[in-house]
């Protein structure tokens, strides 16, 4: 058989040879290098395997205190090469009970303390009084800022800033109704808003009030109330049960009815006790509230004194705390760290003094950064000295339903109802529904 092969076929298998060779040989050199592209980074992957990267969900407001604390989370993340926070803004208990019952919560969650119950009821957060107790920390934490992590014998939080309740005044409208004391009791305080009550025209409305009571059912109510109901020995709870007819609570009440029966305080615009245009304005004198307001940030006259006592002195803390969600055994030991370090000295100095809370952890109160920054904000002075005597709001499961009931209870009575049947009344409901 003869083949007749032309020259110009030989040169163009050769040449589809080499560039098959060439395409080859390429290939192998791309393979290559993506093997050793893919083992450096199963490398990486390896070593990003040793950094647990946790999630921290926050409300903190205003922005300048998120602005604060994500200064802070950054310092951890820079000096624990093996634990990356991420601090993210999340709003509301729909949202952190919603990823709850989802299997996808935060590791972290930055919330209010009256939230406990619930979510002890949903087994979404641990206990830490294990953790705690083993923790050289825990002796420099402020000792009556854990009771609003207690609950049925476990520790369930722990603080990350507190403040509490005092009444701010107008010096200078003391001043000119002759009043040269702050009242340190009950009847000091009715007779103080009496002599601060001005009815400059004779048409029987002042234009001056001695006091502003917050009218409203809300939490606001309910938070500014509570110190009274503590000065007065009183409770809302016992046994883990409602408990509003005490004589404590009905006394608290009715010191707050006697202050409307006299004509010496007005009642804030519904669900808005926190307003402080009318302090402002020197239409009140003085207004119940705490270090966050926004009074301080005012170019009017003001100071605070303490919550006058009834049977003893006191007030209510207002406290945010940190839970350690339910997830795995190692991203729990990982947030530990993180908790272990938001209650530092360290921490907790430069936070209180960046924000204007109080500070947890003792040693941070009493560092020279701290006690200098309260001698330029002396009334923190004031709030600084109640930590000690302060108690919180119940932490049970249905305190949202005690809130409520006991906010309309307070309402009525302010309106004109009688303590004791308001609170009866509240009672009453309570427990129809409390199971």
């Known amino acids: 058989m003869n083949i007749n092969i032309r020259p110009s076929q030989i040169r163009n298998f050769f040449c589809y040879f080499l560039s098959s060779a060439w395409q080859f040989l390429l290939l192998r050199i791309m393979l290559s290098a993506c ?21 921290l969900w926050q409300s903190i407001n205003p922005p300048a205190n998120r602005d604060v604390f994500q200064k802070l989370v950054d310092r951890f993340n820079h000096t624990h090469a093996d634990i990356q926070v991420e601090s993210i803004y999340a709003e509301g208990l729909p949202k952190v009970l919603t990823a709850v019952v989802g299997n996808a919560p935060p590791d972290i969650l930055s919330f ?12 979404a957060i641990r206990p830490l009084e294990d953790w705690l107790e083993k923790l050289p920390l825990k002796s420099e934490i402020i000792p009556n800022l854990l009771e609003e992590s207690r609950l049925d014998g476990h520790i369930w939080s722990v603080p990350l800033y507190t403040s ?35 009815d400059r025209n004779g048409d029987h409305r002042p234009e001056q009030y001695g006091m502003l009571l917050p009218l409203g059912k809300g939490e606001w109510t309910v938070f500014s109330w509570f110190p009274f109901l503590l000065s007065a020995g009183g409770e809302v709870v016992t046994n883990n049960r409602p408990n509003l007819t005490n004589q404590g609570a009905i006394s608290a009440l009715k010191f707050w009815q006697d202050l409307m029966k006299d004509g010496s305080a007005t009642l804030s615009a519904p669900e808005r006790g926190y307003e402080e245009d009318a302090f402002l304005s020197g239409r009140v004198a003085m207004q ?14 003001y100071d605070v004194f303490p919550i006058p006592a009834s049977v003893g ?22 947030a530990l760290k993180f908790l272990e370090y938001v209650l530092s000295e360290e921490f907790q100095k430069e936070w209180s003094i960046g924000t204007g809370f109080l500070p947890i952890n003792i040693k941070a109160a009493q560092s020279k950064d701290f006690q200098q920054f309260i001698s330029q904000k002396p009334v923190l002075k004031v709030f ?34 009688s303590a004791e049947k308001a609170l009866k009344k509240a009672q009453e409901h309570l427990e129809t529904i409390w199971e």
């Open 384 to 417: 600084m000295e109640q930590v000690f005597l302060a108690h919180p709001r119940p932490i049970i499961a249905g305190y949202s339903r005690l809130s409520d009931s006991l906010g309309h209870a307070i309402e009525a009575t302010l309106l004109g109802e």
């Open 35 to 55: 093997l050793i592209f893919l083992s450096s980074c199963q490398g990486q992957i390896q070593n990003n395997d040793k950094v647990i990267h946790l999630t």
């Open 313 to 334: 002195r006191a007030t209510v803390t207002g406290t945010g705390i940190l839970y350690v969600m339910k997830t795995t055994p190692a991203r729990e030991q990982a």
């Open 164 to 198: 509490n309740i005092g009444i701010f005044y107008r010096p200078k409208l003391f001043q000119a109704a002759g009043i040269t004391e702050t009242p340190k009791t009950w009847e000091e305080l009715r007779l103080v808003a009496k002599k601060l009550t001005i």
């Open 288 to 301: 119940i509230t705490g270090p966050w307001t926004y009074i301080m940030k005012s170019n009017v006259d």
């Open 112 to 123: 209010s303390p009256q939230s406990t119950g619930q979510f002890v009821e949903l087994g």
